[in-house]
């Protein structure tokens, strides 16, 4: 199977199980207040891994709830089973399932699936992105001023991104922080958001979004500008035309 296909089938139908498991939620934290995870999680996480190593059985698995497994071959699969957790807790409709795959080293496919919304982007490297099988693109705005961004934060580590918080919420038209790094890139590429930056990222969390914000055309970099990849931590995504104004407007990442 193509690897994109099998994303994206794969992501809508963990999706589907999250909506029918709503409201039979058995909730722990983690290693800090506010970051949760439920019987959910490790159910939706179980049934990916299960499907993708169907189709793809010498492929390396890493998955948030620990499915890790290393394979024969150059593919990975980067697996966030639920992102925004807190949300899904709490009846908030902002989460989603988020799918990537890689290739030599190399985001090659993704897919994001938010249920509640019935939303489900895709983004193949060379490929273009799409939203329910359309293609989206950045916006245009050109300054941070006219602007609506985006961060994310564990209540725990607000200290860590507070001031930049505070910076752009002078700076910019408006300020959000919906709780899913995932589907806050996928607003930046359809251009719903005009940049998202955040601190204490793993890797299922941008993988799959931060491929389908460069294939809709946008611009993807470490917070401070250097080159991006997934293990690194921090993420600025935006529609490339702010992206040098938000980069002097964050601080350094121990700001």
């Known amino acids: 199977m193509d690897p994109l296909q099998c994303a994206i089938e794969t992501a809508t139908e963990a999706g589907r199980l999250l909506r029918r498991r709503t409201g039979e939620l058995s909730i722990g934290e ?103 099988g359309k293609p989206i693109a950045v916006s245009h705005n050109p300054t941070v001023g006219q602007s609506l961004v985006c961060t994310g934060f564990i209540p725990a580590r607000y200290e860590r991104n507070g ?13 959000r922080r919906d709780g899913s790094a995932a589907l806050d890139l996928c607003f930046v590429g359809c251009g719903r958001f005009d940049a998202f930056w955040e601190l204490d990222l793993a890797p299922w969390d941008v993988a799959a979004g931060s ?28 529609n490339g035309l702010i992206h040098h104004e938000m980069i002097g407007a964050l601080g350094s990442e121990d700001s």
């Not at 001031?163 to 300020?175: E, G, I, M």
Request: glycine share 14%; charged share 20%; proline share 3%.
């Open 30 to 132: 983690k290693s800090a207040r506010g970051d949760l995870v439920t019987a959910a999680d490790r159910e939706s996480e179980a049934f990916i891994v299960k499907r993708l190593l169907q189709h793809f059985p010498a492929a390396s698995i890493l998955g948030e709830e620990g499915s890790s497994r290393v394979g024969a071959s150059g593919e990975r699969w980067i697996v966030d089973p639920l992102d925004g957790t807190t949300n899904y807790a709490h009846g908030y409709p902002l989460y989603c399932v988020s799918i990537g795959y890689e290739r030599d080293g190399a985001m090659y496919a993704g897919a994001v699936y938010a249920p509640v919304l019935d939303e489900l982007y895709a983004g193949q490297h060379g490929g273009g992105a799409t939203c329910n």
């Open 211 to 238: 491929l389908i914000v460069r294939e809709a055309g946008g611009r993807v970099s470490a917070m401070d500008g250097t080159s991006f990849g997934v293990e690194d931590g921090s993420i600025l995504a935006s």
């Open 163 to 175: 001031a930049n918080f505070a910076r752009l919420s002078k700076r910019a038209q408006a300020v």
